[in-house]
């Protein structure tokens, strides 16, 4: 396979490019006109490191590596722009499945408004996709950084945690399916395997003030604690008020492991993690549920620094505590 | 070495963020404001593929990865702006040795005006790292893309070419110095290990008219062809009009290579290839001049389409023909 005429025909089933694109894939670079700010992030991930083959078929492979880099854009509050993406082909895989690999990833971009605008094809000695996307607004100051953050904001979370976790143990281990009915299993498994960036419900966040926002990538307690660093501030986080999806504990519990430690240091939920000033908060839903999703308050900022977590047996473990619970 | 604590060590010896970069690496993403057009490239290399750590130390590395991103920008005439970094590090690749490849980037960033706003930092089965970069320029048809050339304009060539190919041979064949002087020898080397982004060149010929311009990764004779195609044009090359770096014909002599096959299909060489109106020439060379690096006239533009290339003794072979050159 010549990298030539694999972007070749990359290029020609491309959909038409978006509005700041003047040039796209095909040159030396590519031409955008921003008009504005933009918000820029990288990702990476590597087989054997982040995903199984044996799990993934080449276009889920595509679209989660697009849809992990756009959750870095969704906790910016920034409206999905252009997509540049390196692939590393490793020995065995044919021209066919590289192609269904970038279907993968031009599905997303399609359902999310996101132009695939570059991309640079190597060998590899294992499969790897690395991702840069670039997110718009008018002005640098309506993106949401993770340190805006002040004491006696509400702490909001978008959607469900666990189910990822959950649906890895269920890839890893099929039998757990036992557990929970085929369509749950079914829809544990997707949250692993096709997480779905968050793009609306963090510009809803965005426009209804959010002060501080992080994606979860690694689990509510780690990413919790690099909000509160970033911003200097201290969170509580209440579990009992944790939206846990369906068949996460039936999961675990078959696993003979806690769910709560699933939900809160399993990771790759890419939910969003939020604080809101308290009489912007019923507006912050109202959007959210708007963008068509679920807004829980999961606890409050503090003026103390640190994570503190408040467990349904009444304990409070600080962050990282998690990774402990049996 | 936990990814956390690279990226904060990164963080922390950057240098300052340049005029664009409202905030640099560690949030979700970078923000920036562009204030005008912009030209994004990616480029991956990966250990085994497009170098070796026998020959290169982990800053060597570094700098070899931006730089071959950066060349892509020159080839557009932008300025650089941002550069963005995934670093795939394999197992036994410890910290300091990573931060050693961050520090050759960091060396060729500052050189250079580019500003390293990002990264991720993932395990990885052999040494990889993809740079994505940004360039500005202040609107869009600023910039020289691959497709303006039009019959009856001149061909130029910054540089010179085969160093890089023959820097590649010494390396692999180290008895192969003995044709040359050490200081020639370690020049070559460098012209494969440390290649130059030609930003200054490709800013002077894009304000001195070039219509079309490419950097020459893959031998001008693939790259001609590249140009030549996006343009709709056809181009002559004279190979005796070719720049070949001092030492080359002595490293194929010994080599028992043809020395214009190592100028014309070794590659990276990362010289600019463009077209420039005649009457603009004299203006485009001392422009180049004043940023330091030579200007050749190596050919025309033609009507007909293709890429005609005249040999020393008369003979013409058409694009892709250096590589059957013996």
């Given at each position: 396979?010549?990298?030539?005429?694999?972007?070749?025909?990359?290029?020609?089933?491309?959909?038409?490019?978006?509005?700041?694109?003047?040039?796209?894939?095909?040159?030396?670079?590519?031409?955008?006109?921003?008009?504005?700010?933009?918000?820029?992030?990288?990702?990476?991930?590597v087989e054997g490191?982040?995903?199984?083959?044996?799990?993934?078929?080449?276009?889920?492979?595509?679209?989660?590596?697009?849809?992990?880099?756009?959750?870095?854009?969704?906790?910016?509050?920034?409206?999905?722009?252009?997509?540049?993406?390196?692939?590393?082909?490793p020995?065995?895989?044919?021209?066919?499945?590289?192609?269904?690999?970038?279907?993968?990833?031009?599905?997303?971009?399609?359902?999310?408004?996101?132009?695939?605008?570059?991309?640079?094809?190597?060998?590899a000695p294992a499969l790897?996709?690395?991702?840069?996307?670039?997110?718009?607004?008018?002005?640098?100051?309506?993106?949401?950084?993770?340190?805006?953050?002040?004491?006696?904001?509400?702490?909001?979370?978008?959607?469900?945690?666990?189910?990822?976790?959950?649906?890895?143990?269920?890839?890893?281990?099929?039998?757990?399916?036992?557990?929970?009915?085929?369509?749950?299993?079914?829809?544990?498994?997707?949250?692993?395997?096709?997480?779905?960036?968050?793009?609306?419900?963090?510009?809803?966040?965005?426009?209804?003030?959010?002060?501080?926002?992080?994606?979860?990538?690694?689990?509510?307690?780690?990413?919790?604690?690099?909000?509160?660093?970033?911003?200097?501030?201290?969170?509580?986080?209440?579990?009992?008020?944790?939206?846990?999806?369906?068949?996460?504990?039936?999961?675990?519990?078959?696993?003979?492991?806690?769910?709560?430690?699933?939900?809160?240091?399993?990771?790759?939920?890419?939910?969003?993690?939020?604080?809101?000033?308290?009489?912007?908060?019923?507006?912050?839903?109202?959007?959210?549920?708007?963008?068509?999703?679920?807004?829980?308050?999961?606890?409050?900022?503090?003026?103390?620094?640190?994570?503190?977590?408040?467990?349904?047996?009444?304990?409070?473990?600080?962050?990282?505590?998690?990774?402990?619970?049996?």
């Amino acid at each position: 396979m010549g990298e030539f005429e694999l972007l070749a025909r990359v290029r020609e089933r491309l959909p038409a490019p978006g509005p700041r694109v003047r040039l796209g894939m095909g040159d030396d670079a590519a031409i955008t006109v921003p008009g504005g700010a933009t918000a820029t992030s990288v990702d990476a991930i590597v087989e054997g490191v982040h995903f199984s083959r044996e799990h993934c078929d080449a276009g889920t492979i595509g679209r989660k590596a697009l849809a992990v880099a756009l959750s870095d854009l969704a906790a910016m509050g920034a409206e999905p722009g252009e997509a540049y993406v390196v692939l590393g082909v490793p020995p065995g895989m044919g021209e066919e499945e590289c192609m269904e690999l970038i279907d993968g990833a031009t599905a997303l971009a399609a359902e999310t408004g996101t132009t695939l605008a570059g991309g640079d094809v190597t060998r590899a000695p294992a499969l790897t996709v690395a991702v840069t996307v670039v997110g718009h607004a008018a002005d640098p100051e309506r993106f949401v950084t993770r340190a805006g953050a002040r004491p006696g904001e509400a702490l909001v979370l978008t959607g469900e945690v666990g189910g990822a976790a959950a649906g890895l143990l269920l890839l890893e281990r099929p039998e757990l399916a036992a557990a929970v009915t085929p369509a749950i299993a079914e829809r544990l498994r997707a949250r692993q395997v096709a997480p779905r960036p968050q793009l609306g419900a963090g510009r809803a966040l965005a426009a209804a003030g959010a002060t501080a926002m992080i994606d979860l990538s690694d689990g509510i307690g780690g990413d919790a604690l690099r909000l509160a660093e970033e911003s200097g501030a201290g969170l509580r986080i209440d579990t009992s008020a944790l939206p846990i999806a369906d068949g996460v504990i039936e999961v675990a519990a078959a696993a003979g492991r806690n769910p709560l430690q699933l939900a809160t240091s399993g990771g790759e939920d890419y939910e969003l993690l939020a604080a809101v000033p308290p009489e912007r908060l019923d507006e912050a839903a109202a959007a959210v549920g708007a963008a068509g999703a679920a807004l829980a308050r999961v606890g409050e900022t503090m003026a103390d620094s640190g994570v503190e977590i408040k467990l349904p047996d009444g304990r409070r473990l600080e962050a990282g505590g998690f990774d402990q619970l049996s």
